[in-house]
Structure formats: C-alpha cells, structure tokens
C-alpha cells in the first residue's frame, strides 16, 4: 500500500467512534496469545504449553487497567488475570500501551477444543468482533475440528477473516512449509480472505503480521454500533509508560451496558484469500533449465487465464520438490534446496 493511499484516508478511530475489533480465535494451543503477547511486545497474557483457562480477554489501548465483567454484566476492576472465576466471568479488559491498539482491539478467546471450556465461553464474544483471525498448528494445520466449527461461523465474520498458520518453526523445511500452504490454501482457501504462515517466536514474522492487521483493521470502513462503555472508559486513561505492571485503579463495581455488536458488510468472496507463499529457491546452475522449463509448459497456455497459469506453476513447484520429470522439460529439476528454517517472506497481499 503506497503512502499516498494511506494518507488520502483518515484514520480508523476517526471514522468511527470506536476502533475496529480483532477476534483472535482457534483451537488450544494454537497461539492465540503468544501471537497478542508478540504484538504488545511482551508477556501481558499468560501463554502456557498446556491449555490455558482464562475467559475472553479484550485488549484496548490506553493506560493499564484491568477489569473483569461478569455474566450479569458488573465490572470491577482487578488486579491480575490469575484467579479470574471462569465460569463467573463474561470476559475481561484490559488497557496496555502497545502502539498496535491504537489502531484496533484484539480479543484473546480460550480455544475452540478446549474440553474444560464450553463453546460458549468464546463464541459469546463473536457478535462484538468486526473480523477473526483464526490461529491454526501448522504440525496439524486446518483439522476437520477447525472446519466443523468455521462452518457455524457467522456469515459476515467470513468476509474479512484471516487464517493464521503458526509454528512455521516447527517445520523441518520449506518444501514442508510449502505443501502445507497448498494443502491449506486447497482446504481453507473458500473460508478465509487471507492465509499467512508464520512463527510467531519470530519478531520478523509477528511485524508483518501486525502490518497485515493494521491493513485489514483500516479497510473496516464501517464499523456498526458505537464504543462499547468500559473499553472506551479505559482507552481514556492517560498512558503510563513503560509501566505495564501497575496496580490496577480501583473501582466500584458497576453495571456496564452490553457491547454493541459488530458486523462486517463485505461479503464472502470464496476461493479468493490471499496466500503468503514462501518463495522458491532455485538456487546454484539452474535458473536457465528452470526458464526453459517454465517456457514448455505455458506454451499452450493462455496467458491471460490466471487460473490455467497458476495450475502450471503449482505443477512447477510439485516437479520441484518430488524431481518428477515434466512433459517438455530438457532437464530433470532438482528438489528446491532447503533452508533451516520456513517463514513468511514474500506477501502477495497488495
Ligand atoms: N515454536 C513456536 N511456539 C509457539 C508458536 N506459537 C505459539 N507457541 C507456543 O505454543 C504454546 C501455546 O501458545 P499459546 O499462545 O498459549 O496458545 P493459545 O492458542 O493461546 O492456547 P489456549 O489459550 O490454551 O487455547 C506456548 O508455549 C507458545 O509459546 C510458534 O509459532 N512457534
Ligand atoms: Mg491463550
């Protein structure tokens, strides 16, 4: 996105009165708080290797209060997330000074297949989300679990939702990497705009998935419903920096009104996200055999008909990784070289 474009619009919290909503979601383990950790810029929620039992956590920018909202609606201001009742409580907020939540909200969710946590206890914060990011393992990316409950997802949550592949790290290479996003751009593509592989123990990766956000956070152009009470109550307070571990400020507990929800207006465009595709590498002697053999194969080929072109190039890279030997190839393609570690690096977003 050039900075001319960016700057012909105003920003998202002008053109509304609250900011876009991030709902991050997936099944446990998935790495929805590592990846809200990595976008804050350190440890502000508990990530654990087993599943953790937090309820709902919704993240604004601002100071650094805490408050847990309970089923009936009271909110009271509390000191730590530990010890939160998670069948008493609705969900939590929490300000904190990350530059990304001055762009939009994110919303932490217990996971889907949680077995000591009901459905409900993330679905109930779907109707306050303008879009979902969905974290899925890339050791096990995009099960028939997952897909179950995407199918019963709301129809306008589809329109701008985003499927994060994490643990890329813990693919042995980038062929690995690659048949993974085929595999998940074939099985996934339909639900989600958007497909990114990445690691999130990698700042690197956790910077452009923040650029990603940031993007889709300010192509939300209508936002339905006005800012929520409490969020908006705590974005006011006066940021302490760097002082992240302050006591929280005491409050009365008090009714807030409920959210109003969200919907996002787009609608589903099946079969057209965007897929981060980890590039290539036809490395040392062989970029010449490669042209020839690229030049074989489309040349029967429309030019023009991006899907025939890209069914050519998927064939290229599946030569590439087994060494199958294609009709018109003059040379048989060595298997891509690997690399010790799989990440995200060319974006085919803009
Ligand atoms: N190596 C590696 N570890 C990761 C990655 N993402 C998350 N983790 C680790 O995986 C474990 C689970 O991550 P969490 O962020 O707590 O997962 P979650 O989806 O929030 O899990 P629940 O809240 O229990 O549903 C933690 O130990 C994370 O540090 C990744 O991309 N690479
Ligand atoms: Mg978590």
Redesign the pocket.
């Known amino acids: 996105m050039s900075i001319a474009r960016r700057s012909t619009r105003p920003p998202a919290a002008t053109r509304s009165a609250r900011r876009p909503r991030l709902l991050i979601a ?10 809200i950790n990595g976008l804050l810029g350190g440890a502000v929620l508990p ?6 039992h ?1 309820p709902p956590v919704w993240l604004v920018g601002g100071g650094s209060a805490r408050m847990a909202v309970d089923l009936s609606g009271e909110a009271r201001a509390i000191e730590a997330l530990d010890g939160i009742d998670v069948a008493e409580t609705h969900h939590c907020v929490l300000s904190h000074h990350a530059d990304c939540l001055a762009r939009f909200d994110l919303i ?1 969710t ?2 889907s297949s ?1 077995p000591n946590m009901t459905a409900e206890s993330w679905e109930r914060m779907l109707p306050l989300a303008d879009a979902v990011v969905w ?1 899925t393992n890339a050791t096990q990316a995009w099960r028939q679990s997952e897909k179950a409950v995407w199918q019963d997802m709301p129809e306008a949550l589809r329109a701008n939702a985003t499927l994060l592949v ?5 693919l042995p290479d980038r062929r690995a990497a690659d048949r993974v996003l085929r595999r998940v751009q074939r099985e996934a593509g339909p639900f989600f705009m958007h497909i990114l592989l ?4 990698e700042p690197e990766d956790l910077a452009r998935i923040g650029d990603h956000l940031g993007r889709l956070a300010e192509g939300l152009d209508a936002l339905p419903g006005r800012a929520d009470r409490l969020t908006a109550e705590l974005a006011a307070q006066p940021v302490a920096r760097p002082h992240g571990s302050e006591a929280a400020p005491v409050a009365p507990p008090r009714r807030v009104a409920p959210a109003e929800t969200a919907r996002p207006t787009r609608p589903v465009r099946p079969g057209r996200s965007n897929v981060v595709r980890l590039p290539l590498a036809p490395s040392g002697d062989r970029p010449a055999d490669l042209r020839a053999l690229w030049s074989a194969m489309i040349e029967d080929i429309d030019r023009t008909d991006a899907t025939a072109v890209l069914a050519c190039a998927e064939r290229l890279i599946d030569s590439l990784e087994t060494g199958e030997r294609l009709p018109g190839a003059t040379a048989r393609p060595e298997p891509a070289a690997t690399e010790p570690r799989p990440v995200t690096a060319a974006r085919e977003e803009e």
Not at 47 to 52: D, G, Q, R
């Open positions: 997936g099944e446990f383990s998935a790495g929805k708080t590592r990846l990530s654990n290797v087993t599943a953790t937090l932490d217990p996971g949680d974290c994490t643990h890329a790290d813990r990445a690691s999130l123990i």
